[in-house]
């Protein structure tokens, strides 16, 4: 069994094919030594790659009707074979490495995600901060612990998965923090949730997430 300073990671990724760097960003999983597991939700698999078999580590879950995100995290957290797992989204390009590597080594946290910082100024080494920068790109890559995953509820759809994370890890003492990386992540962000169509499912999730 891998110590607490080498422990490996599931990758979480929904996707619908949209952003051109989708696979080259699955490329960049399968070869990080920190990570043996990456699970991609196809929620569009008329849209899906033909190279897919090249990416060693893949776990292919294939819907028949767009899930939408936050279901899909639900059902990828649930698959994971490990306790690290990291909510990727599907639209950012970056090394993984170094970022993988610090957080295998912490023991104890809810929930991480990115800082505001990582999408234009890389910092000069790898550091944590209290808090969380939702709306700024927080929810883009989120690393959580399988043991304190709490299920999304199921009538809040596209937004506010982040928010739930944040706010159930904190209601329970856990740690929320934001990540302030080595590495510029580029993003083009949010390029399926802001897709016109998603307009009325997300409207709901505003009305639904107000009675949470």
């Known amino acids: 069994m891998n ?42 698999k008329d849209s899906r790659p033909e190279n897919l078999n090249t990416i060693q580590k893949l776990t292919l879950i294939e819907s028949y009707e767009n899930l939408y995100v936050n279901p899909s995290w639900n059902i990828g957290v649930y698959q994971a074979r490990n306790e690290l797992v990291a909510i990727s989204n599907d639209d950012i390009l970056f090394e993984p490495d170094d970022m993988f590597s610090f957080v295998s080594k912490l023991d104890n946290f809810g929930a991480i995600g990115m800082s505001h910082f990582n999408f234009g100024n890389a910092a000069s080494e790898i550091c944590l901060e209290d808090g969380n920068d939702i709306g700024l790109g927080w929810g883009c890559l989120i690393f959580v612990k399988k043991s304190n995953w709490v299920q999304i509820p ?27 990386s080595n590495r510029i992540i580029e993003t083009s962000m949010s390029t399926t949730s802001g897709c016109e169509s998603f307009n009325k499912v997300i409207k709901n999730d505003i009305l639904e997430w107000a009675k949470l």
């Open 3 to 44: 110590g607490p300073e080498y422990r490996k990671f599931s990758v979480v990724i929904p996707t619908m094919w949209k952003s051109i760097v989708t696979l080259d960003l699955l490329h960049l999983y399968d070869k990080c030594e920190f990570i043996d597991e990456v699970i991609v939700i196809d929620n569009d």
């Open 154 to 180: 199921e009538n809040i759809k596209v937004w506010f998965g982040d928010n739930w994370i944040a706010r159930t890890c904190e209601m329970r003492g856990l740690s929320v923090m934001k990540l302030r």
